[in-house]
């Protein structure tokens, strides 16, 4: 099973690229065989991660340990090998009356991610973070022993390997809640903004929604700075869907999916295409409040729809740069970033608001906190390191932190609030690169 190949290997922001040995393994002993005769290794699910936590000279890919092991369709409870993908269990799952309770931006990521990461979604304000769903899970840690984690047994380790990025140990299977839908479609308001005043008002307005969510322009500045659409939703009940899909309100029909065949060339993403996208994209609702009823993939997962787009970067990739500060502070560090961000000319079309609820306080290890969250991409170029040098000061000030899935070019101190993963065999290239930075 082992094989000592070096394999290139790069997460979703193509950023960094490295060359490691990759094993595989698709039985427990091979699990253990992997992490007893290895060092300095780390988990990898499917590199949706955009910079470097899952890579290391040695890795352990879930990719060939994915199968369901339980659904409970009576009552939403699912149990699964950590490789499998949320896109996996929403076929299962959606056409069951069941949606998963807390989804990121794309289904291609793992559950063993979802949970390494605790990710957070377009809910955060009502349903937190994977980890308020998640009832158990096994982990096998360093000396190959395999605990089976909840809020009851090991909660130490339960709560440090929630957000805990791989570095207690390999999970390899979780129990979870799904959450019950009528349908599979998401009742959809697009509002414009046409600045941060604006924005922010419709994020305290919309409170009661359960999903919402903001696109920004970010190449905007003076008056239409936080020039924005804020998108919301809820599932659709069935009484409320318009008649044509009410049919087969649980069936999507599959879509033909784009693909970005090649790494487009370094000159194709710049400022002027950037502001041209931002302005079809702000534009093409027509109209200031749009409502609708769309699918879910539409609603969810809508980058999914282009395979490969990371390739839109070129062949030198890009970095996603996620923060979080607190609500009170929310609006002055938002703009301080936004005018720093406009004025370095280093734009982004991919820009996403959101307003954190509270977090649960046990799940320590978690990026969320009550406040406002921005994720932006950049690409790799010469001025990004002195950019992201300048925002991880701001958002330092404000008494915020970073996102340490998407933390690739940020100072270690914004992302050193990780507790208790010390298990000297877990590592991945992101500690390394923060003790270089020491
Ligand atoms: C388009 C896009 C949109 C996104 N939107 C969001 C969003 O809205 N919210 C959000 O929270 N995140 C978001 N993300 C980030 C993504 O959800 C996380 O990075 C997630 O952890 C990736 O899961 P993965 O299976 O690809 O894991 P990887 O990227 O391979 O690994 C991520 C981390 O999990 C660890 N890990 C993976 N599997 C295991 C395992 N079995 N045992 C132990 N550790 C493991 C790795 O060591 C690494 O530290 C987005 C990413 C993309 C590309």
Redesign the pocket.
Known sequence: MENNKLTPVA???LYPSIKAKIISPTSILEFQEAILSNEEL?????????GD??L?NTI???AK?NKFINFDRQNGLIEVE??V?LDEILEVSIPSGFFIS?????K???????????????NHHVDG??SDHLIYFD?MIENGDILRCSRHDYPELFWS?IG?????????SAQFMLKPIETAYIRNEAIQANNLDEIFELFDSSESWTYN?AWLDCMQKGKTLGKSIMLRGEHATLDELPNKLKKSPLKIKKKLNLNIPFFFPNFALNPLSIKIFNWIYFNKQGKKHLKNYVDYETFF?P??AVHN??RIYGKNGFI?Y?FVIPKEQGKEGMRQILETIAASGNGSF?V?L?LFGENNKEAYNS?PMKGYTL?LDFKVNDKLEKLIANLDRIVMDFGGHI????DAMSNPALTDYLQNVDSPK?E?M?NERINRFK
């Open positions: 997460n979703w922001g780390i988990t990898r699910g499917n590199g949706r991660c955009y936590a899952s290391q352990i890919s879930t340990w950590a490789g993908k807390v989804t990121p931006g794309t291609f990521i793992t559950v063993g991610g979802a949970i390494a990461s605790d990710i957070h979604g377009k973070c994977f982990l390997t805990g990025m791989g570095l207690t140990g390999v999970i390899l969510v997962y980058l999914d787009w990371n996603q996620q991919l996403v959101k990026f994720a996102y340490r899935t998407k877990f991945s992101q």
